[in-house]
């Protein structure tokens, strides 16, 4: 078998995938992500969802007891229940996300042409997470669900709470695509121009932060929503069911794990994303 030189391997790859760079590098970023962070997910969802009625499902008293029952049940393996789903999900979702959001950019920005461009940027954060939840509701329906008798509509439960969470990913974005502007003017260098490692840590942990605390309660409603446990209902039930039975403290449950998991699960991610897509763009 011939040996090629590395640097036609590379001409040939960036060829091969020139106008999906995004894709590949968000693609790439998502299956690192869920591969590493996946417990944490797990734990979260497990405990969002606990909604105090110990008939339905384990009560968790903390983070800590619900790995606890988890692994005392199922053995360390059952940390990764669910991943196949969860790893698929992700890995499409950034992907899919990634491409749409950096090809929309400019003629939304041509259309908008009055906006700031963080104005610009959290309006394609929405139209790439609308985009996106249509392909991959049902994957996350199927982190909660094994159910195989509620039909084709049960595979969208949860999805009007996830067409408003697409806020998340916008005001993510909109701060991290800002950040690196910013820094790129700092320097004195184009924007979209490659940063350090420092700088994509920084600014990936940062926006993810501020995103999550500001949405997170979107997060809880659409869990339980789609939660195959209990009865469906629809947005406006689950929170009036949340209020009267835990208080507004229902929309927080989880918040302190999905916080700490927004710093390796994002960083893992946004770094891969950064350094694939800028491996494929170079001449």
Same mark, same amino acid.
């Given at each position: 078998?011939?040996?090629?030189?590395? /640097?036609? #391997?590379?001409?040939?790859?960036?060829?091969?995938?020139?106008?999906?760079?995004?894709?590949?590098?968000? %693609?790439?970023?998502?299956?690192?992500?869920?591969?590493?962070?996946?417990?944490?997910?797990?734990?979260?969802?497990?405990? /969002?969802?606990?909604?105090?009625?110990?008939?339905? *499902?384990? =009560?968790?008293?903390?983070?800590?007891?619900?790995?606890?029952?988890?692994?005392?049940?199922?053995? @360390?393996?059952?940390?990764?229940?669910?991943?196949?789903?969860?790893?698929?999900?992700?890995?499409?979702?950034?992907?899919?996300?990634?491409?749409?959001?950096?090809?929309?950019?400019?003629?939304?920005?041509?259309? %908008?042409?009055?906006?700031?461009?963080?104005? #610009?940027?959290?309006?394609?954060?929405?139209?790439?997470?609308?985009? @996106?939840?249509?392909? #991959?509701?049902?994957?996350?329906?199927?982190?909660?669900?094994?159910?195989?008798?509620?039909?084709?509509?049960?595979?969208?439960?949860? %999805?009007?709470?996830?067409?408003?969470? #697409?806020?998340?990913?916008?005001?993510?974005?909109?701060?991290?695509?800002?950040?690196?502007?910013?820094?790129?003017?700092?320097?004195?260098?184009?924007?979209? /121009?490659?940063?350090?490692?420092?700088?994509?840590?920084?600014?990936?942990?940062?926006?993810?932060?501020?995103?999550?605390?500001?949405?997170?309660?979107? =997060?809880?409603?659409?869990? *339980?929503?789609?939660?195959?446990?209990?009865?469906?209902?629809? @947005?406006?039930?689950?929170?009036?069911?949340?209020?009267?039975?835990?208080?507004?403290?229902?929309?927080?449950?989880?918040?302190?794990?999905?916080?700490?998991?927004?710093?390796?699960? &994002?960083?893992? &991610?946004?770094? &891969?994303?950064?350094?694939?897509?800028? %491996?494929?763009?170079?001449?």
């Amino acid at each position: 078998m011939a040996n090629y030189p590395a /640097s036609t #391997t590379a001409d040939g790859l960036r060829r091969i995938l020139q106008g999906y760079e995004h894709a590949v590098g968000g %693609f790439s970023g998502g299956v690192f992500s869920t591969l590493i962070c996946h417990p944490m997910d797990l734990l979260k969802i497990r405990y /969002s969802a606990n909604e105090g009625d110990a008939s339905i *499902r384990p =009560q968790y008293r903390s983070y800590y007891d619900c790995a606890r029952q988890i692994i005392r049940s199922n053995g @360390v393996s059952g940390l990764y229940q669910g991943l196949t789903p969860n790893l698929l999900g992700g890995a499409i979702s950034w992907g899919l996300y990634l491409q749409f959001y950096n090809k929309i950019k400019q003629p939304v920005s041509s259309t %908008f042409s009055n906006l700031p461009d963080p104005a #610009t940027h959290f309006i394609c954060g929405v139209l790439a997470g609308s985009v @996106v939840m249509c392909f #991959t509701n049902p994957i996350w329906v199927a982190k909660t669900s094994t159910s195989k008798k509620e039909g084709f509509r049960s595979l969208y439960r949860g %999805f009007l709470p996830g067409l408003f969470g #697409t806020t998340h990913g916008a005001v993510q974005f909109m701060i991290y695509d800002w950040l690196k502007d910013w820094r790129c003017a700092q320097l004195g260098i184009g924007k979209n /121009s490659k940063l350090g490692v420092a700088d994509y840590f920084a600014f990936s942990a940062l926006s993810k932060i501020v995103a999550v605390t500001v949405t997170y309660p979107y =997060q809880v409603v659409r869990t *339980r929503m789609q939660d195959h446990n209990i009865a469906q209902r629809g @947005v406006l039930e689950t929170i009036r069911v949340a209020l009267r039975n835990e208080g507004p403290g229902a929309f927080y449950k989880g918040l302190l794990i999905a916080n700490v998991r927004t710093l390796p699960a &994002t960083v893992v &991610t946004l770094l &891969t994303y950064e350094q694939v897509h800028h %491996f494929l763009q170079d001449k």
